[in-house]
């Protein structure tokens, strides 16, 4: 769950649901990637977490949709920009290419325009035909020092982070068989075991033979249709053409270059203890909270959401814990208190009024 911990603090407020959601562990979107149910051999819960983590592909390319029913209030229009608030509603339709470790690449097509993240051994492109403007960036040589930037989710991403939630605090068991992109595919069911999560089930569909998640739902506590769902709706298991992974800037294009690896300054010493010491997590598995202090940090970064606006649409609350303001989604619950702490996560506000009087 250590991924909680490494947003910026005040982007939390709306983009935190997209994080709890995934690390936790639409409308119809289920239903129109999904065909008639299969007959396939019995395989039990344990033999299909195998499945997943021992599955090796060289590549692969397809169409993924998302589509996010979070049941976001009205605010969530004040985050506004390209940033990951963008895919919190509506559907979203994304190509996708995947060659190895160190060339991916996924365009992200909507009615305003196309955006791109190349990925190209070190070199790592960003586009977007709405603004015709490009962005690269070189890697560092040295493993592990830096990465690229994130790339929207995939059924196998979002199954990873979910996967690596498993533990006592999850029912693990095996759901009806499906057909998801014409392939046929068992089903994974994980159910958060404490009554105080919002998350329902998490399921995802395996690629029977391939053993490639192809589908990736989150169910909210009392609803029937996903809150959150990426599936591919295509997929072709050869190999994608190296010309795939290769950008070539567009006629007019700006382009920024944002350095390289000999060019950056070197870091500076982390603190000891948390990556961030004004972050922290209480609890574990699916009723993880994050606390953070955001008082009189509303200048951090350029593009952060204004915290005042945001406030003012939320209802108030107060209780033996002091008083705030709470935003609440499907899956995703946040306190605002007024001594500028931000509490969230995928739970019910009373365990985030426990977490504040704490």
């Excluded at 070197?266 to 209480?282: F, L, Q, W």
């Excluded at 649409?313 to 033996?320: S, T, W």
């Amino acid at each position: 769950m250590s991924v909680l911990t490494s947003r910026p603090t005040l982007r939390w407020l709306v983009p935190v649901a997209a994080v709890v959601t995934v690390v936790g562990g639409g409308a119809a979107l289920g239903r129109f990637a999904a065909q008639a149910e299969p007959s396939l051999p019995p395989r039990t819960a344990a033999q299909l977490l195998v499945d997943l983590q021992t599955a090796r592909h060289d590549g692969f390319s397809g169409t993924v949709v998302q589509r996010a029913d979070l049941g976001l209030p009205p605010i969530a229009a004040l985050v506004g920009g390209d940033g990951p608030a963008d895919l919190l509603t509506g559907t979203h339709t994304l190509r996708v290419w995947h060659s190895g470790p160190d060339k991916q690449r996924v365009a992200l097509v909507d009615t305003l325009g196309e955006r791109d993240i190349v990925r190209n051994g070190r070199d790592v492109w960003t586009w977007s035909s709405r603004t015709n403007t490009a962005t690269h960036r070189t890697l560092p040589e040295e493993k592990g020092a830096d990465a690229a930037p994130e790339l929207p989710d995939t059924p196998q991403e979002a199954a990873d982070a979910a996967l690596a939630a498993v533990d006592p605090t999850t029912e693990v068991s095996v759901g009806r068989a499906a057909t998801v992109a014409g392939r046929d595919a068992y089903e994974l069911v994980l159910t958060p075991r404490d009554a105080a999560s919002l998350v329902h089930q998490v399921r995802i569909a395996i690629d029977a033979t391939e053993h490639l998640p192809l589908r990736f739902e989150v169910f909210a506590d009392g609803g029937d249709r996903p809150a959150f769902e990426v599936a591919f709706t295509q997929i072709d298991y050869a190999r994608p053409d190296d010309d795939q992974f290769r950008f070539n800037p567009p006629p007019g294009v700006k382009v920024t270059e944002e350095g390289t690896d000999r060019a950056r300054p070197a870091r500076p010493e982390k603190p000891a203890g948390d990556e961030r010491p004004d972050v922290r997590t209480v609890g574990e598995g699916w009723t993880t909270v994050v606390v953070a202090k955001v008082d009189g940090a509303a200048g951090d970064t350029a593009d952060a959401p204004d915290l005042d606006a945001l406030s003012g649409q939320l209802p108030a609350v107060r209780g033996d814990w002091g008083s705030g303001r709470l935003f609440r989604s499907h899956l995703v619950t946040a306190l605002l208190t007024d001594d500028g702490r931000l509490i969230a996560g995928a739970v019910t506000p009373e365990r985030l009024y426990e977490v504040a009087r704490g």
